[in-house]
């Protein structure tokens, strides 16, 4: 494909646009109606432009000693930015994807091929539906990154959804998501409380501006029924570009207070963010 021309498409939940990144040879910002979804350096896999996912990529990198290949499990494809880093990380993973926008799924591969040698099978399927009905114990690692436009869909945020994913990891695995709320932390803490009735140990990477509530944004959530990797994700994302605090143990319990897993039947999506706060101008 031409790097220096943009490219539109109409894809089954929006218009997808794909922008080339002038600082970057073939690197590429997929929107989907304005809200940034992924970026993608054809040429570097291993770069990560935005700060959730720099955080996933630490999750990621924590999860098993170095190069150890995994067997990864995405729900949420967009541009497959992290499939694609699991692939230049961890040489030999087997990854799934599942992803709801098969318009989408096509524009990706069409633009954005993966690179030679990535063990990758995408799943064109609702997330939801996928975790319910798929095999149980064949994943070391879950990463949920689903959006509807800018918000979490509502079935991905409630107790039962919670207990599928953790029945798709094998004994020690990993879930991990990329969530999104501002004070006062309803979303939020409804999220810790369910991964807290579901898993052994829980963890929440955020930028301490909100953590502190002084701005909406991403917050990533780690799961397991064994100890994560704490100290060494907290010197990695206080070392980051974008700086980060992980936050666990007593300090978690305090932050999720009397916050309840969500039922099925009261499910709401995530907040919406403020105006601008995921959008290219």
Excluded: K
Aim: with cysteine; net charge negative.
């Amino acid at each position: 494909m031409d790097e220096s021309i943009p490219v539109v498409r109409d894809v089954d939940l929006g218009t997808a646009r794909l922008l080339p990144d002038v600082d970057r040879p073939r690197a590429w910002l997929l929107t989907v109606d304005g809200a940034p979804q992924s970026y993608v350096d054809l040429d570097d896999p291993r770069h990560l432009e935005f700060e959730y996912t720099r955080r996933l990529g630490h999750v990621l990198d924590t999860a098993a000693p170095p190069g150890e290949a995994l067997d990864v499990l995405h729900l949420g494809g967009g541009g497959l930015t992290l499939p694609r880093y699991v692939a230049a990380t961890r040489p030999g993973s087997r990854q799934r994807v599942v992803e709801a926008d098969r318009a989408l799924v096509a524009l990706v591969r069409d633009q954005l091929p993966l690179p030679a040698g990535a063990d990758v099978t995408v799943h064109t399927a609702d997330a939801r539906a996928w975790t319910a009905t798929a095999a149980p114990g064949g994943a070391d690692v879950l990463v949920a990154d689903v959006f509807g436009g800018s918000r979490v869909p509502a079935a991905l945020t409630t107790l039962s959804f919670l207990r599928s994913a953790a029945r798709l990891l094998r004994p020690g695995g990993l879930y991990t998501a990329n969530l999104a709320d501002s004070a006062p932390f309803d979303f939020l803490r409804s999220q810790l409380a369910g991964c807290a009735e579901v898993f052994a140990e829980v963890a929440l990477i955020a930028e301490p501006a909100v953590l502190r509530g002084r701005r909406f944004g991403n917050a990533v959530l780690l799961a397991s029924d064994r100890p994560v990797a704490v100290t060494e994700l907290a010197r990695r994302t206080a070392g980051d570009a974008f700086p980060a605090r992980v936050v666990d143990g007593e300090r978690l319990r305090r932050f999720t207070g009397d916050a309840r897993p969500v039922a099925d039947e009261t499910a709401t999506a995530s907040p919406l963010p403020p105006s601008g706060a995921f959008r290219i101008g």
